[in-house]
């Protein structure tokens, strides 16, 4: 099998090694090319370790780091954006797609028309162009398969099951750290804060985006593209054991749900081993030790990123674009301590209701270039905007 891995220095790339580690006496793969962006040692340490054919690290200021690191070792080197979609144009058997925002998108785009399954793990390729995403898959045969716990839940509840007959799915999310703090106290909540998580181990800003449940407003535009569901058929709510990752329920009124611990491995294998399932040890789920799984419905007043992808969800266009970039600039602002945790939700609700971004309600993007200036336009808005 060969592999290509996007974002390899992340979170979730980190996961991909540790689980290709293991799976090394039982698997006979390849990892052709790894990329990341500013952690040069990491991405250095696991090239020589696997043997890796070609590194990439998308910041072309790190490329004198790199050739000083590897130029001993049989092992390419290169440094940019293109150099990035150089490599998804290389194919492989197994993707995974595990850079961080936007920046994800292009190569996911890529990867679909040169490799046979891409996993995705970067939920912008699906907010930002779902449409293009599902057609060029399918044009090019290649399998497209989620990554993002929820999605992975979902996946594996209605495999062989009949799409028309899903009457509801629904997400579960843990609630953040801020699940039992009131709005009023939520005002002024620290990053510090936001970035401690009480049940998944993640970098800093899908910790800050989970806090926010801006990662769960980003699934649910994820679920409608992957899944070809509509807004009333996508549901979330509070999970906070995080052990139930998802659930669907069917027109028959049955309802499957899905298990696992708090470990990105479990579905990161699953789409390694797709459609197969292979005996993995790694750490199980023992039935008789959970003392309670608890549901609550979503605090929309608390947790308004929610009700603002619902308004994308109605809309046939472009809108997930100018969602999503105004969430990154929103994130970046509020870490640099330009604007205060709740005002990342009414910046993002500013930028989307701007008669130069609303245009895209129905308006949909199909090259990757259109949806790359809306980006850009998007993201200029929302460094903008004043509170």
């Known amino acids: 099998m060969k592999i290509i891995i996007f974002g390899s220095s992340g979170s979730i790339g980190q996961s991909t090694l540790s689980l290709l580690r293991i799976l090394k006496k039982n698997l006979d793969f390849e990892i052709l090319a790894i990329t990341g962006n500013e952690n040069i040692d990491q991405l250095c340490k696991d090239a020589i370790e696997f043997k890796v054919k070609r590194v990439v690290t998308a910041n072309v200021k790190k490329i004198d780091e790199l050739k000083q690191k590897l130029s001993s070792h049989e092992i390419e080197f290169y440094a940019g954006e293109e150099a ?9 058997d197994w993707v995974i797609s595990a850079i961080v925002g936007f920046p994800g998108v292009p190569p996911t785009l890529e990867s679909a028309k040169f490799s046979k399954i891409v996993a995705i793990a970067n939920k912008e390729s699906l907010v930002c162009a779902g449409k293009l995403l599902m057609e060029t898959a399918k044009k090019f045969q290649t399998k497209l398969l989620p990554v993002d716990s929820e999605h992975n839940a979902i996946f594996q509840c209605i495999n062989c099951e009949n799409l028309k007959t899903i009457k509801k799915v629904i997400l579960t999310a843990s ?5 039992s703090l009131s709005l009023s ?14 049940t998944w181990d993640m970098g800093k800003r899908i910790s800050i985006d989970s806090a926010s449940m801006f990662n769960k407003a980003l699934e649910l535009i994820e679920a409608k593209h992957f899944f070809d569901l509509n807004s009333n058929q996508i549901e979330v709510i509070i999970h906070p054991e ?21 470990d990105m491995r479990h579905a990161i294998a699953y789409t390694l081993n797709y459609p197969e399932r292979r005996n993995i040890p790694i750490n199980d789920l023992d039935i008789t030790e959970l003392k309670n799984l608890s549901f609550e419905k979503v605090d929309v007043n608390k947790f308004p990123a ?11 266009g472009s809108l997930g674009v100018v969602f999503n970039a105004a969430k990154e600039i929103a994130l970046d602002r509020f870490i640099l301590k330009d604007i205060k945790f709740l005002d990342m939700s009414n910046l993002v609700e500013k930028v989307l209701h701007l008669p130069e971004m609303m245009e895209y309600e129905n308006n949909s993007l199909n090259t990757i270039d259109e949806i790359k200036l809306l980006n850009k336009r998007a993201r200029n808005f929302a460094q903008q905007i004043n509170f």
């Open 84 to 92: 990035i979609l150089d490599t998804a144009r290389m194919g492989a």
């Open 306 to 316: 929610i009700n603002l992808a619902r308004m994308v969800l109605k809309t046939s």
């Open 242 to 262: 995080s052990i139930i990752h998802s659930m669907v329920t069917f027109i028959d009124n049955s309802t499957l749900a899905q298990l696992c611990p708090n």
């Open 185 to 198: 106290e939520m005002e002024n909540v620290t990053v510090d804060q936001a970035i401690n998580h009480p």
């Open 175 to 179: 609630g953040g750290p801020f699940r």
